[in-house]
């Protein structure tokens, strides 16, 4: 491999490289898992996968959670 080559192959590793940066930081996304529920991606290190039938469920609490996490507050900690 020539020098030439070699430089070629550097910017498209960078440009790679920034590519794979951005996609990570534009937030939360979501796919079917290989068993058919729904992933999150995005929230922690981990995805949070659920079944229809559960996020539906966790969904229609959203108004519950809400009012829980406001009720205990000074108990809980925010991600820096």
């Excluded at 534009?26 to 992933?39: A, N, P, Y």
């Amino acid at each position: 491999m020539d020098e030439q080559e070699m430089k070629a192959e550097m910017e498209r590793l960078k440009a790679e490289n920034e590519a794979l940066k951005s996609r990570s930081s534009r937030g939360i996304s979501m796919k079917v898992s290989e068993k058919g529920g729904v992933s999150i991606y995005g929230l922690g290190r981990f995805p949070v996968t659920l079944y229809k039938e559960q996020w539906s469920k966790l969904l229609d609490m959203a108004d519950d959670i809400r009012a829980f996490i406001k009720e205990n507050e000074p108990k809980l900690k925010a991600k820096p």
